[in-house]
């Protein structure tokens, strides 16, 4: 059951990647935290009281990234290449969006940590802005592309 994260007693089991060829990956993921235009505006204008909303969402998406490999039971620790996070407003959201893209050389994708980066400067977002607008909607945490590997590239 090659790819499976159960054995044959049904106990969970880290896949074996240790026979698959090291290639070129890199995914990108991407979501949104919808909010009032109100708070859009204390972001816009440096005025969010925790300091600059989207450089420290930028940064702890980076950061989670790197910790995928412990969060999400299973999953393997991946020596990234690299991870940008880009969160940009959109005043008729209104909110962020926020997008990442993770690589790596080597036997496994990278499409968890993407999307962990997300999920996290997505989370981060709303915790420095819960005091102002508790409303805030974290939606579309989604896959947007994959490439590298033995299923090749994907597109949504």
């Known amino acids: 059951m090659a790819g499976n994260h159960f054995d044959e007693a049904g106990r969970p089991r880290m896949v074996d990647v240790s ?12 979501g949104r935290v919808r909010m009032t235009a109100e708070t859009l505006e204390h972001i816009i204008g440096g005025r969010a009281a925790k300091g600059d909303v989207i ?3 930028e940064l702890a998406g980076i950061m989670a990234a790197k910790q995928t490999g412990t969060l999400i039971p299973l999953c ?10 880009a ?10 969006h926020v997008t990442a ?3 790596c050389t ?19 977002i709303y915790d420095m802005l819960k005091s102002i607008d508790r409303g805030m909607t974290i939606e579309a945490v989604e896959l947007v592309a994959k490439s590298g590997g033995k299923s090749g590239d994907w597109t949504r």
């Not at 393997?76 to 996070?85: A, E, F, K, Q, R």
């Not at 940009?88 to 962020?96: C, S, V, Y």
């Open 19 to 30: 026979a698959k060829h090291k290639t070129s990956r890199a995914a990108t993921a991407a």
């Open 76 to 85: 393997h620790p991946i020596g990234l290449d690299s991870v940008t996070v």
């Open 101 to 103: 893209e993770a690589r």
């Open 55 to 57: 450089a420290i969402a």
């Open 87 to 96: 969160i940009t407003p959109d005043a008729f959201l209104p909110g962020l």
């Open 106 to 124: 080597g036997r496994t994708g990278v499409e968890m940590e993407a999307m962990t980066a997300v999920s996290v400067a997505c989370l981060t």
